[in-house]
């Protein structure tokens, strides 16, 4: 499918993220301060919360779905009405639509519009079902023979993380505290985290509740959309908290999402199958299509004050398990899951040094600092940090992708006099 | 402190989990089928929605808190309102209130109706704080001398598990299915759970909000109240799953609180010490007094159309570290915590063989059954079977108690057909 013409300019050039053929869905401030959702276009955003309230935009019989500026309510309304508002909101915005003058007043710049979490996320769980990140980590911690743990071919192994800690891209992110202890030191000590570290991944976003165990394809059905996501990761809490019942609050002080969630719909162009199974997979976790998506991911650095440097590229396509293999699972047990819950892919890793998706491995533990751009050097994040992950697939002449999933570091809050010794 | 009489008569026995010296919260469905606020009395609830409503009770100059039949809102109104609503609740039920024909109308028995849960599930994160059961089940899989892993007497060990599948006292809880492999079998199969088990814990919960770091006093203040919970497991799922990152689906069928959430306030009196330590705490996990409390426990196991047989009695207070601790701990790397976040305790195991707070370790690892009074044995939980949890602190001729927390085992449901090779 070629790009799709609108009548938003900005919309039609294949660099722009946001073209007709993708149509993410965010929230921002409005100038009277308050929460809208948002659709992007080009360089703008169709403002769909006062489209709404100006009777431009109807859902079915509902009122005010989009009044509290979250995506909340409408994912819960279903899959007929996702993809009805899909072909209302690409009538709305097609070359030659000729309401599009009275559109224009709820047009808004994203330039210098501030957005915010486009969803209340229920519950968030984060998986570790790329290959070549599980191979390195494994690597690391237990040698190459035992690299991969027993079950890792036959279960897309996940955890669950922190909903409440889950922000949106431009949230500034403060290196945690936290108890930490050194292989050759004799008792923990209480202090900032010294190996603080992102992790490169997807999100998707479950937009229908499961009562019961749901198969894959039922799982690919209930997914509203993906987003960029950031595991913000302390290296040294983690190593010393999560034997034997995994991380905690290594992975409790953010995760950030892009600010766009793009639909299933829009990358439905991009579909292509997982890679060839080493082990045979239980019937429970067979796909009946092609479920992964090919998108092509970078991350950024950039040291305060300094240019960035592109530290890694890789492609979500590179992961061993999709998301719809993760959601079936999760609901294997008998677990409900709800409208708004978050499922991390783990970390997106290539086969390639320059394809890794965290600084403990492109770093291999600190061991190879990588060097920037500007000179410097690194093995984990330093204060003042700026860390951009981007992603798009990509058409032809066109793109679908994210927006910038961003955070900077801010240096550790001082430890409480209470906390002190 | 001694019994504190009421006139509703019944509440006045030393046999009654609710004299006036508890007034735990809960929530029930009202004859029309709504959720309402109650608070238990003797064998009695106090409608409190309908009271709100009909103008007898009123906090402070808010509208309908109790409208919708959840305790969410009232938590969040904070400790002095939690205070000042305790205060008026013990005069309008006090023996010798001269309003209480008025009341009268507001009562409902508790036998025959149905309790709901009393609050929504913000997160949910379960801790592995019982030093005794530590003990047993590292002793069970690493070995006498590799028990307690190296950060066990350092850190509050907890990891996030899942609150869309808290459920209420009474809700059946179905046997999962799941990925299961025996060390001898070579690839894992997916069927029912065959090593189903309970653990008895108690559940605090979170009633204020953090942003930043808390320190235990202030952690203890921002408990609203307790509950028992049973924090369902299934073990051979958990054995082919939990490694690296984890319990994940082993813990995600089901976990049970007591209908009641018996108040920080109720259980003041019954305040203890958590044990010595054996190796000094960081400062930020000190406790600034008694943060633990007695409260004596047990689990009664009563296989279907059979008599109870009790398999386990401990108390609250063999924990090693409390609450306080724990949330403490979960905000030490800025994890936000939010209202109606629960925390479990852990499994609350005592030194002695019929302490024990899990079928894991009553049977240790299926090695030893148990026999019940029915003279049927017991390794791990049949279809069928009715799990009770009670708790209660003793006080001078009266009891501060939960009510039970229960839940019948049902049979496995099938595997659907696309999950079967």
Redesign the interface.
């Known amino acids: 499918m070629p790009l799709q013409p609108s009548w938003v300019e900005s919309a039609n050039t294949p660099e722009t993220d946001f073209p007709l053929n993708n149509l993410p869905y965010g929230a921002f401030l409005s100038d009277a301060g308050e929460p809208h959702c948002g659709v992007a276009i080009g360089d703008m955003i169709l403002d769909v919360t006062s489209a709404e309230a100006s009777g431009i935009i109807q859902i079915e019989d509902e009122d005010e779905v989009f009044f509290f500026g979250d995506w909340t309510e409408f994912m819960a309304l279903g899959p007929a009405v996702w993809a009805a508002f899909r072909a209302e909101v690409t009538r709305l915005l097609a070359d030659g639509y000729e309401g599009a003058p009275e559109l224009v007043e709820h047009m808004v710049p994203q330039v210098g519009t501030r957005m915010v979490m486009p969803f209340a996320v229920?519950?968030y769980t984060d998986f570790?079902a790329g290959r070549h990140h599980a191979t390195n980590v494994g690597t690391m911690f237990r040698g190459a023979e035992n690299a991969l743990?027993p079950?890792w071919l036959?279960?897309p192994?996940?955890?669950?993380?922190?909903?409440?800690?889950v922000v949106v891209s431009g949230t500034p992110v403060?290196r945690?505290?936290?108890?930490l202890?050194a292989p050759d030191e004799d008792?923990?000590?209480?202090g900032p985290c010294a190996r603080f570290d992102l992790e490169l991944e997807m999100g998707a976003i479950v937009g229908q509740p499961s009562e019961?165990?749901v198969?894959v394809g039922q799982a690919d059905e209930m997914i509203f959309g993906y987003v960029l996501l950031n595991d913000w990761s302390?290296r040294d809490?983690q190593a010393?908290?999560?034997?034997?019942?995994?991380?905690?609050?290594?992975k409790?002080?953010?995760t950030t999402v892009s600010p766009w969630i793009v639909t299933r719909a829009a990358l439905e162009p991009f579909r292509c199958a997982t890679p060839k199974r080493e082990?045979p997979l239980?019937?429970?976790l067979r796909e009946p299509g092609p479920m992964l998506y090919d998108i092509a991911l970078e991350v950024g650095l950039a040291p305060e004050g300094k240019p960035e440097t592109v530290i890694a590229r890789t492609n979500y396509r590179e992961m061993y398990y999709s998301a719809a293999q993760q959601l079936a699972?999760?609901t294997?047990?008998?677990?409900?899951?709800?409208v708004g819950?978050l499922l991390g892919s783990g970390t997106i890793s290539g086969p390639e040094p320059h394809q890794r998706g965290s600084l403990l491995e492109l770093s291999w533990g600190g061991k190879e600092p990588i060097t920037l751009d500007s000179g410097e050097t690194r093995s984990f994040l330093e204060d003042g940090d700026t860390l951009t992950l981007r992603g798009a697939a990509l058409g032809d002449g066109y793109r679908v992708g994210f927006g910038a999933c961003t955070g900077q570091i801010l240096p550790a809050?001082a430890v409480?006099d209470?906390?002190?010794?």
Chains 1, 2 share one sequence.
């Open positions: 229920s519950e570790y743990p079950n036959s279960i192994i996940g955890y669950n993380g922190r909903a409440s800690s403060r945690p505290l936290g108890q202890k008792l923990p000590r209480f019961g165990m198969s302390a809490i010393w908290e999560y034997q034997p019942l995994g991380p905690f609050q290594a409790a002080t953010a082990r239980l019937p429970y699972h999760h294997s047990s008998g677990c409900p899951m709800r819950d809050g409480p209470w906390a002190q010794d």
